[in-house]
């Protein structure tokens, strides 16, 4: 009896042992990821690494939302609801300090869509899968084209503008090696604003010459063509005052007269329908946007629809700036002009509604648009006309004009150049030009609500870099 | 001869002849204090394995022969041992033991005599912990064993206290100790996330306090090497209840409470509200060369009373509770089972905050034959928890819902309903999903938290299935085989619906969410045993043995959006919109392990232990999984030589020196560290990404802790005095990092996980236990612990990088090489310029900076105090380490008083030398609409220029610390605290043994009944993030801690 049990117990857990220590106790293997050994295997992969580098800058804190509300709450056509500290709050009232969320998420955000870029750029040729070497060119002039509008972005808030000194003043730190954590590589000084545009037209020359002239369906739109590479090229030659070379890209998209529509590649124009651009995402005049879905949204407090829309269905973040300087207050806003029936009252306060897709908030967002090239091209031309420049004029009165503005004949050069920089900020409201149109021009942020104004002598002219950076990067300066 | 007791209670009964010629020897064993009898005493023929148990009236018989002793032993008394003689009546009183040495310890893969024990094991016996209102046992341990520090982070229900064996052992890692229960690891906290944030849920509380029978905890090298890879920050051994010798007992124990908030901020009312919140907007105005319009007005009631509302009356309650357990227990020579029955159902002084759990236990183990035992322990236990948005857990600290906070700031100048009866709320327009600000031109608050109270759900069903069968076999008397398998499923089903109509869910317009957790985990033993004495003085033991344990983890959830009718409000009703699964993983590991044990002792006067363990763990890398890890100690029991007998004997009863020395591993890795990994998404819903999410390190290693420990228990006379004095280091190396990057290398978390830090935790600690008085009416028994710590970082990444811990959106902790981690970190201030009002800062170079939230268009807010304009306060370039935020010393103090039939039990902890950084407090005089605490009337006006607050300006968030940390808000939190005094009456009667009732004791307690402090916040325990090692000693937007009265009855049959 006794031995019985014992050999029974005994046999038992030596005969289950033997069986249950299984080879692969130790080796498990992740069954929602793959190794990054593996992420260039084959060719639908390398397209999704792609689609990510794209993904990547739609993040909801950098283009998919936020960057383009702190562009335009910096400047005067807002007024803050809510208060709320973690809705740009401090951006509006130009609070922020180097550790402040917006500051550092940000900047975290833009540089993970750099370095995704780099890491492909320093993969792709070695890539296992078997793709066309046209194609692997494609992919990489998409990749520096994302660079190029990232780098962009990040001078633009992060330092001076580039027109204060010719770019003398320090910019952002220029990566552009990719980084998988191994190695040492924290440290890096930041690169002038010079060197900075110097590498974004680097990218983007490339990315012209290496775009597919087209896609198709949607990704016109959504990925980037040899069009989007030129319409980017003509807000960085803006952003630089190079009036000259702003005019030599635009007039690649831009016939000399009307009708006003890109000669090659995808055939860009203006869409008749004003408000149908931002709800049908679809028409002609969209260069680049980057697409949203229930299932890939901008996720919690970083959609334009919440920032700007009234409740019930926004946040009602912030309202439009009725009053003194905000353009709604503009005459040049005229009450017959389409775009103004976008603004709609909501008890005491009137909001733009140009985003309207309730939650999960859907809509797509406006990057490049063919009637930011025209108006560049105006402005380009009229800066550097000695009197007032006609074909100017007409581009002008081309935007004004399709949305029901009166047109508009302005008498001097400075008439017409204030009427481009006017129409830019009725035409361009909510998608996040408006600080670049302030910063490039050197002009003071104007004061709205309880805000004062901002002097370009001022720290709170742009960002500050953040803590999270300065922290680990020993060679970062900050902004003084 | 306790090992008889310790060899009775292994079940290591061999089988040996019986002599001719014998007796038949009986009587009856009675307690010597109160002359009561006590069934299932053991009654064993020394020497031999032959033995017995007295029945239910404490009479025993046993055949056996003149000459030989009987030895009577019985758990908390003292063994006797008689000599037999012609008389063949042999009755016997037995002492009440207060000799805690005399214990058995459990030290993993078996037990000890505690007398034998040479290394560092303090033991909580299940009575201290049990009845006590709470919803585990973790909590119930504040201060109960030196060493051991408990901190309860807040009163929200089944919260998991954060839990310290000897101080913080790694930075990324967990610093949370390893939990087994019945010889089996099973899922603590440290498993991970036990469902979608926001709900408190701790697996401990799945373990009924009530079947407690010890927790020993394991805190030194010798003591935890066994474990390995597992052991650096200290094991908590837990056994629960088995039958005890004697017929069955049946006992009932029960209890009700009323629970509510324990300290509340006092708070500015309506009308002091609007005097103030209009003075900062005046100032403002004044400042920033603007006109001033009045933002806050007196809003009336239809009766023309203004509202003056107490919001903490909206949120807060007093909760009410009720806890019933039911065990009968016993045991036969052959078989014992202990089968329990649990339920409580708790609600905290949170509104809508409940727990209830029904559990159930079997333990039971048979002799199959005389060699030959199997048993069990099964528990199965469920449990329902609904936790409304507290924002008290970590990373919630600033949610806009959060109930913690709403209190705080809401205007108590606006009602929370309209005369109407609706809810007083904005729906449409600027101020939409806010609470309706009436009069008010700015809002009044964040949300109207009756809304969210009524309408929104969140709830947490849990079921958990932990049980280990084994047998032993006993091949000879020394050598015995174990195998045990063992089984923890914990599954987790938690659902929440944020309403439409106000909160979180309004943008979305009613959110719904489930969640489904599965926790899997197989553990199996097997390992032998052998015991021996030669030449009675070497007594020699050994264990080897090994486990395999594997364990997966998988959640997958699912979301909805945009209810079709308000009528909904859960996840299976209809909705518009399906959103993408808020939270999916499926992950894995294993651990394939070998251990081994070996323990000497000469004469019971010099010990010796060696164990060894080697891990295999599958998150690292191949070639990388294994790791060696080993502990070794060594006694001296001086009170056993016979120079010290003759000299000391009365005085110094025991003294024993011990030291041991270790390395053992810490395993809170993610389960696929070492790998780089890509994960899968979409861009604009329909085509595929596949990003970089994870910087992997194939060289990461074990995290090791080399513990050094020295010390001596003692006891005096007659051991009514026992203590012991330990001196520990221990020091980690190799700690796992998140190395950090810098951000602009765009590396996913700005980090990678590598093995470059070290740090040391050194301290004393001393326990020391007394039975002060002793007479048959009165009793006094006391006992004292105090821990000492030091921790200090020795090495962290590249370049010392410092590593700071994030509050959600707020950075108030930093970890620094040469200080204590998690120091507090915060921008030195200088009070309030009596000139102006304003706050000072001192910059990085020394200099005071003073600021005006509000100026003129191109001034400057921050000036030097003449007057130029100074470069902006920030966090990163001027912020400094203010103090540590870990403890210098903590401890707690027992008292236990009984006359007659009344007991008092007193139960005190405390803790000091250390900081806490007061979030809540930078809130509670923020100079946005948020309301403000009290104190802010003292702030500074032309007429009252000497003052600790600034001159209030509205829009405020700099002054007083929202926008960043500053030393202002960084306090002393030493304390001392009531965790627990009660009361009892012992109602055992002769009356009530007729009725078969052999003890019955009614009681009532209160649980944090007072506290002795400086702090200003509402608790210094306070840890708004939990458990995490980089960010402790942080207190943001938490709910208050409890306070509990409760009565109970304890009945026995």
Not at chain 2, 86 to 106: M, R
Request: with cysteine; aromatic share 10%.
């Amino acid at each position: 009896m006794r031995n019985k049990f014992s050999k029974l117990i005994l046999g038992a857990a030596l005969t289950l042992s033997v069986f249950s220590c299984k080879d692969d106790l130790l080796s498990p293997v992740p069954k929602t990821s793959i190794s990054d050994l593996s992420a260039y295997d084959t060719p639908d992969r390398i397209e999704s690494l792609v689609n990510a580098l794209y993904d990547a800058v739609k993040a909801g804190n950098f283009l998919g939302g936020r960057y383009l509300i702190y562009n335009d709450i910096r400047g005067e056509e807002f007024i803050n609801q809510t208060n709320n500290g973690v809705t740009g709050l401090q951006t509006w009232n130009f609070t922020l300090n180097a550790s402040s969320n917006e500051v550092n998420n940000l900047w975290r955000d833009a540089y993970y869509a750099i370095n995704s870029s780099n890491l492909f750029l320093d993969k792709i040729d070695a890539a296992p899968a078997k793709i066309a070497p046209e194609k692997v060119t494609n992919y990489k002039a998409e990749a520096r084209f994302l660079r190029a509008l990232t780098y962009f972005s990040l001078v633009n808030i992060y330092a001076q503008p580039f027109t204060k000194d010719n770019g003398a003043s320090l910019g952002v730190p220029l990566r552009l090696k990719g980084e998988n954590g191994a190695g040492n590589s924290n440290n890096l000084k930041r690169s002038t604003v010079a060197e900075v545009y110097t590498q974004i037209l680097e990218d983007l020359n490339f990315a012209e010459a290496n775009l597919p002239a087209t896609n198709s369906g949607d990704l016109n739109i959504t990925r980037a063509h040899k069009n989007t590479a030129i319409a980017l090229k003509v807000r960085v030659y803006l952003a630089m005052a190079r009036y000259a070379d702003v005019q030599r890209e635009a007039e690649k998209l831009v016939p000399a007269v009307a009708p006003f529509k890109a000669p090659t590649g995808v055939r860009h124009e203006l869409n008749a329908n004003y408000a149908a651009i931002f709800t049908s995402y679809r028409t002609l005049e969209s260069i680049f946007s980057l697409p949203m879905a229930t299932n890939d949204p901008p996720g919690t407090q970083n959609q334009l629809a919440f920032y700007y829309l009234a409740g019930p269905v926004g946040g009602g973040e912030f309202s439009l700036n009725m009053t003194g300087n905000g353009i709604l207050a503009n005459r040049a806003f005229e009450t017959t002009d389409d775009r103004r029936r976008l603004a709609v009252a909501a008890g005491t306060r009137t909001y733009l509604n140009k985003f309207t897709t309730p939650a999960p908030f859907t809509d797509w967002v406006p990057i490049l648009r063919y009637s930011e090239v025209l108006l560049s091209l105006a402005e380009a031309k009229a800066r550097q006309a000695s009197g007032v420049d006609a074909s100017a004029v007409a581009l002008l009165n081309a935007v004004r004009t399709r949305s029901k503005g009166t047109a508009v004949a302005p008498t001097t050069k400075e008439e017409l150049i204030t009427a481009i920089l006017t129409e830019r900020r009725i035409e361009f409201l909510g998608e996040g030009l408006r600080s670049l149109d302030i910063t490039r021009l050197g002009q003071p942020f104007p004061a709205k609500g309880v805000v004062n104004a901002i002097n370009p002598t001022q720290s709170e002219y742009i960002w500050p870099i953040p803590t999270t950076e300065l922290a680990v990067n020993k060679d970062c300066e900050p902004n003084p | 001869m306790k090992r008889i007791l310790l060899l009775s209670l292994f079940g290591f009964f061999a089988c040996l002849q019986t002599w001719a010629q014998s007796k038949t020897y009986s009587g009856k064993v009675t307690a010597s204090d109160d002359g009561s009898s006590l069934p299932g005493v053991t009654v064993q023929v020394k020497g031999t394995a032959k033995g017995t148990q007295t029945n239910g009236d404490g009479s025993y018989s046993i055949e056996t022969n003149a000459g030989q002793t009987l030895v009577f032993s019985f758990v908390g008394f003292t063994q006797k041992e008689v000599k037999l003689g012609a008389n063949t009546t042999v009755n016997v009183s037995l002492g009440v033991d207060d000799n805690v040495l005399s214990e058995v310890v459990v030290v993993g893969y078996g037990t000890q005599n505690r007398k034998d024990v040479t290394s560092a094991v303090s033991t909580i016996k299940g009575d201290a912990i049990k009845s006590i209102p709470a919803q585990s046992f973790d909590q119930l341990m504040s201060g109960k064993a030196a060493g051991v520090n408990i901190n309860i982070p807040n009163g929200v229900l089944n919260n998991p206290p954060v839990i310290r064996v000897r101080g913080f052992n790694s930075i990324t890692s967990s610093s949370y100790p390893l939990i087994v229960v019945d010889g089996v690891i099973v899922f603590s906290q440290d498993a991970g996330a036990v469902g979608p944030a926001g709900i408190a849920a701790n697996p401990l509380s799945d373990i009924n306090p009530n079947d407690i029978e010890t927790i020993d905890i394991l805190k030194d090298a010798a003591a935890t090497a066994i474990y390995g890879s597992r052991a650096a920050n200290g094991v908590l051994v837990i056994t629960t209840k088995k039958g005890k010798a004697g017929k069955a007992t049946i006992t009932y124990d029960g209890w009700t409470g009323w629970t509510q908030a324990f300290r509340k901020f006092d708070l500015l009312n309506a009308e002091e509200y609007v005097m103030m919140k209009n003075e900062a907007e005046q100032n403002r105005a004044s400042l920033a060369g603007q006109n001033f319009t009045p933002l806050f007005v007196k809003n009336l009631d239809p009766n023309g009373v203004p509202y003056d509302t107490d919001w903490y009356g909206e949120v807060f309650q007093t909760g009410f509770q009720h806890n019933h357990n039911i065990n009968v227990s016993g045991a036969t020579p052959k078989s014992s089972y202990y089968f329990s029955a649990g339920y409580t159902n708790q609600e905290g002084f949170l509104k809508k905050n409940t727990f209830e759990r029904k559990n159930t236990r079997l333990n039971i183990s048979h002799n199959v034959t005389d060699n030959v035992i199997v048993g069990a322990n099964v528990t199965y236990s469920s449990s329902d928890a609904f936790a409304p948005n507290s924002g008290s857990l970590a990373g919630t600290n600033f949610s806009t819902g959060g109930l913690g906070r709403i209190p705080l700031v809401s205007a108590p100048n606006v009602p929370v309903r309209l005369p109407d009866g609706s809810y007083n709320i904005n729906s449409t327009g600027g101020l939409a999903n806010s609470l309706g600000n009436l009069g008010n031109l700015d809002r009044s608050g964040f949300y109207n938290p009756a809304v969210m109270l009524d309408l929104d759900k969140a709830t947490a069903a849990s079921e958990r299935f932990l049980a280990n069968i084994y047998a032993t076999i006993n091949f000879t008397k020394d050598l015995s085989f174990r195998t045990d398998y063992g089984i923890d499923n914990l599954t987790v089903d938690s659902r929440t619906f944020l309403n439409p109509l106000h909160g979180d869910g309004f943008a979305a317009r009613g959110i719904a969410a489930n969640y489904l957790l599965k926790n899997r985990r197989w553990t199996w033993q097997n390992y032998l045993n052998y015991n021996h004495t030669f030449a009675d003085k070497h007594s020699v033991g050994a264990t080897i043995g090994t486990e395999q344990q594997y364990t997966n983890r998988n959640m997958w959830s699912a979301s909805r959006q945009t209810v079709t009718d308000p009528f909904f409000n859960i996840y299976e009703g209809n909705y518009t919109v399906n959103n993408n699964p808020p939270f999916n993983f499926l992950t894995e590991n294993g651990f394939q392990s070998y251990f081994g044990r070996v323990t000497y002792d000469f004469a019971k006067r010099y010990f010796f232990t060696a164990t060894l363990r080697r891990d295999g763990l599958s998150a690292l890398a191949e070639g990388k999984k294994f790791g060696n890890f080993y502990g070794i100690s060594a006694g001296w029991n001086l009170s056993e030589e016979k120079f010290f007998k003759d000299a000391l004997q009365d005085k110094i009863s025991t003294l024993k020196l011990r030291t041991s020395y270790g390395k053992v591993g810490n395993a809170g890795i993610s389960d696929f560290a070492a790998l780089s990994l890509y994960d899968f998404g979409n861009y604009g819903g329909n085509v595929a990404t596949l990003f970089f999410s994870q910087a992997g390190n194939p060289d990461l290693r074990w995290e090791t802790s080399t513990k050094f420990d020295a010390g001596l228990n003692f006891g005096l006379f007659s051991d009514k005095v026992t203590g012991e004095l330990t001196f520990y280091r221990n020091v980690i190396d190799g700690l796992i990092l998140n190395s950090p990057l810098s951000p602009s290398m765009g590396v996913p978390g700005n980090s990678v996980a590598k093995n470059v830090g070290s740090m040391f935790n050194q301290g004393l600690e001393f326990a020391i236990n007394a039975t002060i008085i002793r007479t048959s009416d009165f009793k006094w028994n006391t006992s004292f612990n105090i821990a000492t710590q030091k921790n200090e970082v020795t090495a962290l990444a590249e370049g010392n990088a410092d590593i700071f811990g994030v509050t959600q959106l707020e950075t108030a902790n930093i970890t620094r090489v040469g200080q204590s981690l998690g120091s507090i970190w915060a921008v030195p201030t200088a009070g309030v310029n009596p000139e102006n009002g304003r706050r000072i800062f001192i910059n990085s170079k020394g200099e005071q900076v003073q600021y005006s939230h509000a100026v003129p268009t191109g001034q400057s807010r921050w000036t030097y105090l003449d007057g130029r304009t100074a470069p902006a306060i920030s966090a990163a370039a001027d912020s400094r380490i203010i103090g540590n935020t870990i403890p210098k010393f903590y401890g707690g103090w027992d008292n236990n008083f009984s006359y007659k039939k009344f007991d008092v039990a007193l139960s005190l902890i405390y803790a000091g030398g250390f900081y806490v950084y007061n979030g809540t407090r930078a809130g509670l005089h923020d100079q946005r609409f948020w309301n403000n605490a009290a104190d802010i009337l003292n702030r500074w006006t032309p007429e009252t220029r000497s003052t600790e607050w600034p001159r209030v300006v509205y829009g405020d968030n700099v002054s007083n610390g929202s926008s960043f940390p500053i030393s202002e808000n960084a306090e002393r939190g030493d304390f001392i605290k009531c965790r627990n005094v009660s009361l009892g009456y012992n109602l055992t009667s002769e009356y009530l043994k007729r009725l078969k009732i052999t003890n019955a004791r009614l009681y009532t307690q209160i649980s944090n009944a007072f506290m002795i402090t400086n702090y200003s916040g509402t608790d210094p325990e306070v840890s708004s993030n939990g458990n995490s090692n980089l960010a402790p000693g942080v207190d943001r937007n938490s709910v208050p801690q409890a306070r509990t009265y409760s009565v109970g009855l304890s009945i026995s049959f």
